[in-house]
Antibody, heavy 125, light 107 residues
Framework: EVQLVESGGGLVRPGRSLRLSCAGS????????MSWFRQAPGRGPEWVGF??????????EYAASAKGRFTISRDDSKSVAYLQMNSLKTEDTAVYYC????????????????WGRGATVTVSS | DIQMTQSPSSLSASVGDRVTITCQAS??????LNWYQQKPGKAPKLLIY???NLAAGVPSRFSGGGSGTVFTFTIRSLQPEDTATYYC?????????FGGGTKVEIE
């Protein structure tokens, strides 16, 4: 069974940092791009960014709201993706989801097929 | 950025009814569209990919259609377990964006 499990969420003060992890199982992790989404309370999902597979350089793309503060990385030897979040703001409060993606080079985009259960991040003083 | 406009924002229908949701993209996205179902406190679940392909394990009463800028999502015979919020999402370039969601309730 394909599974993604996020961890590392919690309560953090504004301006601090937090790192989320996403452990994949049931598939060849290194074959896929991995993307992060978030969903603030009462709102729809929002794309945060993704990391391409090593076959495509393992490079990253970010939403404007994440660029410069968030960093996505991966360790295929451990089947884990990471979301490093720095200089957190109250508006970053959300459930953060890790997803498995198919990367489409011709349109520089990623189609999501599997979602994790999510990790809750609360930014508050 | 590509804007995804979804309608209606909510609907109420009876068990067995046919329900249709529309999603309009602000520019041509070909067939690069997913439909998701999300129940309270749960992650979104992929139902339809490439505008009209049913994801694995998804009941056949769900279907999708359209291309370019106008897309539809249909539940052929609404069931009580279909109570949820449904989202469209494009993947024709970046950033990936979602429609505003449609909350489906049973009358």
């Amino acid at each position: 069974e394909v599974q993604l499990v996020e961890s590392g969420g919690g309560l953090v003060r504004p301006g601090r940092s937090l790192r989320l992890s996403c452990a994949g199982s049931g598939f060849t992790f290194g074959d896929y791009a991995m993307s992060w989404f978030r969903q603030a309370p009462g709102r729809g999902p929002e794309w945060v960014g993704f990391v391409r597979s090593e076959a495509y350089g393992g490079t990253t793309e970010y939403a404007a709201s994440a660029k410069g503060r968030f960093t996505i990385s991966r360790d295929d030897s451990k089947s884990v993706a990471y979301l490093q979040m720095n200089s957190l703001k109250t508006e970053d409060t959300a459930v953060y989801y890790c997803t498995r993606c198919h990367y489409y080079t011709w349109k520089n985009s990623a189609g999501v097929d599997v979602w994790g259960r999510g990790a809750t991040v609360t930014v508050s003083s | 950025d590509i804007q995804m406009t979804q309608s209606p924002s909510s609907l109420s229908a009876s068990v067995g009814d046919r329900v249709t949701i529309t999603c309009q993209a602000s520019q041509d996205i070909s067939f690069s569209l997913n439909w998701y179902q999300q129940k309270p406190g749960k992650a979104p679940k992929l139902l339809i990919y490439d505008a009209s392909n049913l994801a694995a394990g998804v009941p056949s009463r769900f279907s999708g259609g359209g291309s370019g800028t106008v897309f539809t999502f249909t539940i052929r015979s609404l069931q009580p377990e279909d109570t949820a919020t449904y989202y469209c999402q494009h993947y024709d370039g970046l950033p990936l964006t979602f429609g505003g969601g449609t909350k489906v309730e049973i009358e």
